[in-house]
């Protein structure tokens, strides 16, 4: 029998992941390995150095750039408030008020040029904080720059998301995987709320949930268009997840309306009222990255532990079609056939066959689908 690997969405009840909290800078590490952590525990913290600020001394004070040091007012390292005179002249004919260079930046006086004839203010720095993201312990710490989190949960992979990382408790807001969200599933409570829906999540359904503050919304599927309008722009091809929204979305089966997978919606199910963090954020190219909704502490865990792997297609494996004509789909795969078959391109590839979920049995490329990887 024939066999490959191709990637694959987890969809587990059981597992344990690893998330790494890594700064964009050098900073300071505030925890230690087995040390418990929540998703707002503070992990790493960094300054970021503020911007630099051109003050023209020579320009205001009407001097040649090399005679300004003799008119400062200020040392160099010294601090400097908006408004502040950092350098003045001398008065004209003891009757002219003296010129004055005004700083309208707040910061450090940092350097001069006595070529230019300017000055350079630091702005303060910015803090810089990372939390935990999920709840779980410290198993790795890398010194000056963060550190990995492990925690045992429940886990489920999206095909596509968009929006960053938040925490919500799980509601579900339809009665099966094939019922579309809409405006009317959305409550007047549902503020902190990760909204499941069904088959699909309608724009009135986003607008309202958008302004009652739920965290997030999870359904099988979106219409690009309806995605345009939500964001006002079209989102391209490029990382997803640090739009300026105020929730997450995720949609575990593709574009359009496209019911749940029975198994994610039943997981979700047995979810419901439990604390989850949510994360968007998506690259389809090169570093894939999947958005996903972790749940610590499943309630259905297992004697042992899980971890995500990649899985040996076979008879019988659980798959997605993640191209046309059968996009989203969800089948199982009925036979490998080991022969090359050659496509109407004239590329020469394997296929694999599946049945799927209306009883068709259709022929496909293996690249062209994804395992869903599951747990217990």
Do not use: W
Request: one cysteine or more.
């Amino acid at each position: 029998m024939g066999s490959a690997y191709t990637p694959g969405l987890t969809v587990s009840s059981d597992i344990v992941v690893r998330r790494t909290r890594r700064l964009p800078i050098k900073g300071e590490v505030l925890v230690k390995v087995g040390d418990s952590v929540d998703p707002s525990s503070p992990i790493a913290r960094a300054l970021l150095p503020g911007a630099l600020q051109n003050i023209k001394i020579a320009d205001q004070l009407g001097v040649e750039p090399k005679d300004v040091p003799q008119f400062l007012k200020v040392e160099l390292g010294s601090h400097v408030e908006v408004g502040q005179i950092v350098a003045e002249g001398k008065k004209m004919f003891g009757l002219f008020k003296a010129p004055s260079a005004v700083c309208e930046f707040a910061g450090t006086l940092e350097s001069f040029s006595d070529i230019t004839g300017n000055g350079l203010v630091r702005e303060p720095s910015i803090p810089i904080e990372i939390n935990g993201y999920i709840k779980g312990k410290i198993v790795d710490i890398m010194p000056e720059e963060g550190a990995i989190i492990e925690t045992r949960c429940a886990m489920v992979q999206g095909i596509f998301g968009v929006g960053g990382e938040r925490q919500g408790v799980i509601r579900i807001a339809v009665s099966g995987p094939d019922q579309l969200l809409d405006e009317a599933n959305i409550l007047a409570d549902d503020a902190g709320k990760i909204i499941v829906g069904g088959s699909g999540m309608t724009s009135a359904a986003i607008k309202k949930a958008s302004a009652v503050g739920a965290a997030g919304i999870i359904a099988g599927g979106l219409k690009d268009s309806d995605l345009i309008a939500f964001l006002g722009y079209d989102i391209g091809v490029a990382i997803t997840g640090t739009e300026k929204i105020n929730l997450s979305l995720i949609v575990t089966e593709g574009f359009g309306f496209l019911p749940m997978a029975n198994r994610t919606f039943e997981l979700f199910k047995s979810l419901a009222g439990m604390t989850a963090s949510i994360n968007g954020a998506t690259q389809i190219r090169a570093g894939v990255i999947r958005p996903e909704v972790i749940v610590p502490d499943p309630p259905s865990v297992g004697a042992a532990s899980k971890e995500a792997k990649a899985l040996a297609l076979e008879v019988g494996t659980q798959i997605r079609i993640i191209r046309e004509p059968y996009f989203g789909v969800i089948g199982t795969v009925t036979e490998l056939p080991p022969e090359l078959v050659t496509l109407d391109s004239g590329t020469h590839v394997r296929v694999l066959r599946a049945k799927l979920g209306s009883g068709e049995v259709v022929t496909v490329p293996r690249a062209n689908v994804e395992i869903m990887a599951a747990g217990s």
